[in-house]
């Protein structure tokens, strides 16, 4: 028998040889550990050697109902001994249909059409063309521009990261992007001291129709993370953002694109963040958690009229056009039923309030900690804003790494945590129990410590 001890570094060996990892400075696994997963099981990944670790980020916001799910499981078994993949020009299948009549039951009113792509940068490729070319179709050529949130993240592909704001990810590559005219978040955190959300809300409302008034004639869209900037830290807004947001598409004749890519399915309390404002974007893009963290799958849905301004004669090449070869993926959209299915079968949301609730007192002690600016949460994502200065909120400088310090601590104490930057956050699966967050959150607080030493 090879000794268990080796097995990591073994399989960390031959990865390295070959595989090159996203997001990822290679050099850095000169020193920090690959970790190779072979098995997983609700919350927990278990590692090569029998060492474990709390997935504490749904393994990148996508897991929802524990890792090998038995329910989506079983689906995608049976799915894959009746139809793995089909054309989806011409041909549709089963799973797709009735994925798309329940998308359109459970998003808010006035989405009824479902256009599918393979994942989430995918998505919002389509919503931007899609977008851009209802104005074209209308005899709007003039309207080519996007409006997009400072702070923003909506992926990683051209387009995407063309309307994303994260420096790590854009700046190197701005040379090749669209520009976007970009509008103030209302992230509450950037707000003005005794400032309440609401009020940081109303006043980039306000920015934002300055905004409007100067550019909307060349605007397709403004595209927004409804209620949480995830990807630029977990940095969260008041409701009123979107309620005013729709108001202002509206008067000013742009579409309003929610990216619900990482929030939808439950992770903000409701099933979809805007539905917190009671709005209905002209657009919504899914993935993530569609399929439960099974397999990449994305959706964008939109209403009758954006559909209308594409139906026409084959000659007039009105036409939209964009495709995947995976497109509509039966294997996926099986995933996504099985998904779905639970959240009908189960009181999901009603849960997920329990342990937000749970997470929020665990968290509250962190509030008193000479380095942590703030502690907030919406729904079942919570963050602590971890600075140099509690009193100014100066930054640690990003080149101290200090969130790395609690990753490298979490692996060495059974949790995955992943920090974005000074960030320290939680997202977990909707299968952790109480005793799971505690264990989180004491491994997270216990790394902060090792982290602000110096
Ligand atoms: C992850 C994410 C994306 C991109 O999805 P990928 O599947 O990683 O391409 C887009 N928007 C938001 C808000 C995300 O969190």
Redesign the pocket.
Known sequence: MTNLIDRNAALAARDLKHIWHPCTQMRDHETIPLVPIVRGEGAWLHDAEGRRYLDGISSW?TNLFGHANPRIAAALAEQARTLEHVIFAGFTHPPAIELAEQLVRLTPPGLDKVFFAD???AA?EVALKMSFHYWLNQGHGEKTRFIALTGS????TLG?LSVSDVALYRKTYAPLLLTPILAPSPDAYEGEPGETPAQVAARRLVELRALLERHAHETCAVIV?PLVQ??GGMRMYHPDYLAGLRRLCDEFAVHFIA?E??VGFGRTGTLFACEQANVSPDFMCL??GLTGGTL?L?AVLTTNAMYEAFYAEYNSGKAFLHSHSYTGNPLACSAALATLAIFRDEPVLERNRALAAHLARRLEALRDHPHVAEVRQTGMIAAVELVADKATRRPWPAAERRGLRVYLHGLQHEALLRPLGNVIYFMPPYVVNEAEIDHLVEVATAGIAHAVAD
Do not use: T, V
């Open positions: 916001w994942n989430g940068s919002i993240y909506h992926g990683e995407a993370e995830c990807a990216d890519i990482a993935s993530k990449p994305s």
